[in-house]
């Protein structure tokens, strides 16, 4: 009988070990469930009710070698505080040939400051720990170009304002307010050591020493690293993957609190207690639209700019037109309240000319912004017959669209 207990407990411990650990396998490899619950918080909403996520993803695979493979990442965020436009920003990372893959190499960036600990001193031999701080680059198949636009790309593009390590982008987080972000880059390395990628060992030796370093290269909190790992999760993910994702990359940034009070911006930890709810908004449930395609890009259409290799017309496909954009960070809405009356009394017509006072504050940004015009014919009351808008008063501007509105006859009833 004792013999029999000793058996059933011990059969009774094994099967309640074996519990213990599916329940632990089960606790630790499942996703964080109150990503369920939580709200989106990549996805923005502007001043107008336009929403869009604060970063979007796009990947050809190139799995019929059809195209080219092609990786892009398109940041949208404010131009102010008022939230009243978004501005876009794009990197795209594409094979050099239909044959060709994506890859990175190791930039060791020198103005990083490397950390050497000395192990062992033996007579002149010197045996060192070498700590080092990295970013990726292209590889030797692969090419990189800057996209942005003040319009998502609808009509206005440009590739000046390139992201960068100091870019930085003013977003909203939902119940949080505005928050203007930046890189890390190295100011923070313990995050670092969680991207550790590389370790070799290397030597250097003179007349008088020796030194054999034994060096570990790890990620700096900077866009190519964001980059990297989004192409990592991406790659991996099937074809027709086309939603929202989770992605947990929120502390590469430092955050800048607005304080619509004072009108100016304070850096907040978001480790601190008071600020638990901004920290887990942006570790835990930052989310961004990935969409993942089979096939290889073939036309500049493709792309989330509408652009390949810099060309809006990129064509592998036969005839093929893409389209003209304007460059400009802004699209400004101009109405007939913009524009001054002037009458020809002799032929009965009048025309419209952009304001003095309009050109005098905006022409010194005339390179940095795009006009939308719409002209209402029904809001000027005038018996002349309207001949057009002076184009030369226009002068310098980028005009994306002229449309006129004619005249509606009243009913009489």
Excluded at 227 to 241: D, I, K, Q, R, W
Aim: with cysteine.
């Amino acid at each position: 009988m004792k013999k029999f207990l000793i058996v059933l407990f011990s059969i009774i411990s094994c099967v309640c070990i074996c519990i213990d650990i599916v329940f632990f396998i089960f606790l630790f490899t499942q996703p964080d469930l109150k990503v369920n619950s939580s709200f989106n918080a990549g996805e923005m909403e502007d001043s107008t009710g336009v929403k869009r996520n604060f970063i979007e993803v796009l990947y050809y695979k190139n799995e019929d070698n059809s195209g080219l493979e092609l990786f892009e990442i398109k940041f949208n965020y404010f131009t102010d505080e008022s939230k009243s436009n978004y501005f876009s920003q794009g990197l795209q990372y594409v094979a050099s040939d239909i044959d060709k893959e994506i890859s990175f190499d190791v930039y060791s960036n020198l103005n990083y400051e490397k950390e050497d600990d000395l192990i062992k001193k033996v007579m002149w031999w010197n045996y060192y720990n070498r700590n080092e701080w990295c970013s990726f680059v292209c590889g030797s198949n692969t090419m990189r170009y800057d996209y942005q636009s003040a319009d998502d790309f609808e009509t206005t593009a440009g590739s000046t304002n390139s992201i960068d390590f100091d870019s930085s982008f003013l977003i909203e987080l939902p119940n949080s307010g505005m928050f203007l972000m930046e890189f890390k880059n190295d100011e923070h390395r313990k995050d670092c050591e969680l991207y550790k990628f590389v370790e070799d060992t290397s030597s250097e030796w003179n007349w008088f020493t020796s030194n054999f370093y034994d060096t570990t290269y790890y990620l700096a909190d900077d866009y190519t690293k964001l980059v990297y790992l989004l192409f990592n999760a991406v790659s991996s993910m099937p074809a027709g993957t086309d939603n929202s994702k989770i992605f947990e990359f929120g502390n590469m940034f430092n955050y800048y609190q607005y304080d619509e009070e004072s009108k100016t911006y304070s850096e907040v930890a978001v480790t601190g207690e008071d600020l638990v709810k901004v920290e887990d908004e942006i570790k835990s449930y930052f989310s961004i639209d990935v969409k993942v395609v089979s096939s290889g890009a073939k036309v500049s259409s493709d792309s989330m700019f509408g652009q390949i290799k810099g060309s809006s017309t990129f064509n592998l496909t036969g005839d093929y037109v893409g389209r003209d954009y304007l460059y400009g960070r802004q699209v400004i809405s101009l109405n007939e309240e913009d524009f001054i009356v002037v009458d020809d009394e002799v032929n009965g017509s009048y025309t419209l000319k952009l304001s003095d006072d309009f050109i005098k504050f905006y022409y010194l940004y005339k390179d940095d912004i795009v006009l939308n015009i719409v002209i209402d014919l029904n809001n000027l009351d005038y018996s002349f017959d309207f001949v057009g808008v002076d184009e030369d008063s226009l002068g310098d501007f980028s005009v994306a669209e002229l449309t006129i509105i004619d005249y509606v006859e009243s009913e009489v009833a």
